[in-house]
């Protein structure tokens, strides 16, 4: 079974801080696909960023960027210069191959930035 | 325009009706889902379809059924409502057999059974 596990229900930050969401997932898969996902309070879903297991480099759009750690199975995300606007929902997702593309969420880790 | 679009944005009904949500896509992709999130924010899948067919059934309450007419379309009809079904359901849809796999969502549609 695939299961992802965000370890961290709340968090929060001060604007214009660094923060760290942590997500690990249990497969025996090899290649697969890893997500963050966004949902603001106007409860749209958005994605934040992506990242290929077979790739060796993390991933990166703007002010985020992931720390992709295939042997420990940890896809954590990390936010700079946090904005007010990146207060919201944000679940991991894991997908693996050959499964229609099925997605597996996490629990989600609720984020605020503090003014 | 609207990439992934969902109606109603809200449904409230009482218990015991039978309602439907549409979901559109018009992203040309070939498979849609349809995902139930709980109060507590759990996302999960409910059904995808590729292509008008079916290809992911979780465990769900047979009083749901997805209707496909065609790809750009996979509406959820749900019959004899209960409480518990109250949920934001959300519609997404992805492509197939190219590099690019996330999954592109509606804006949902909140339920609420009372």
């Known amino acids: 079974a695939q299961t992802v596990t965000q370890s961290q229900p709340e968090m929060s930050v001060q604007e214009a801080e660094t923060v760290t969401l942590s997500c690990t997932y249990d497969?025996?898969?090899?290649?697969?696909?890893l997500f963050w996902y966004k949902q603001p309070p106007s409860r749209q879903m958005i994605l934040v960023i992506r990242?290929?297991?077979?790739?060796?480099q993390n991933a990166t759009e703007n002010r985020f960027s992931v720390n992709f750690q295939k042997a420990a199975k940890s896809f954590s995300l990390k936010i700079s210069d946090s904005q007010l606007g990146d207060t919201a929902m944000y679940f991991c997702?894991?997908?693996?191959?050959?499964?229609?593309?099925?997605?597996?969420f996490g629990t989600g880790t609720s984020l605020t930035v503090i003014p | 325009d609207t990439a992934v679009s969902q109606t109603p944005k809200y449904l409230v009904t009482q218990m015991g009706n039978d309602k439907s949500i549409k979901c559109e896509q018009n992203?040309?992709?070939?498979?849609m889902y349809w995902y139930k999130q709980d109060s507590k924010k759990f996302l999960k899948i409910m059904f995808s379809?590729?292509?008008?067919?079916?290809?992911i059934n979780e465990t769900v309450p047979n009083r749901f059924s997805p209707k496909s007419p065609d790809k750009a379309h996979l509406n959820l009809h749900i019959n004899s409502l209960e409480l518990g079904d109250s949920a934001v359901y959300f519609c997404?849809?992805?492509?197939?057999?190219?590099?690019?796999?996330?999954?592109?969502f509606g804006p949902g549609t909140r339920l609420t059974v009372t």
């Open positions: 997404a849809s992805s492509p197939r057999g190219s590099g690019v796999l996330e999954q592109y």
């Open positions: 497969t025996s898969e090899n290649n697969y696909y």
């Open positions: 990242q290929e297991a077979y790739k060796q």
């Open positions: 997702a894991f997908m693996p191959p050959n499964t229609g593309n099925q997605f597996y």
């Open positions: 992203l040309g992709h070939d498979t």
């Open positions: 379809y590729n292509n008008k067919e079916l290809i």
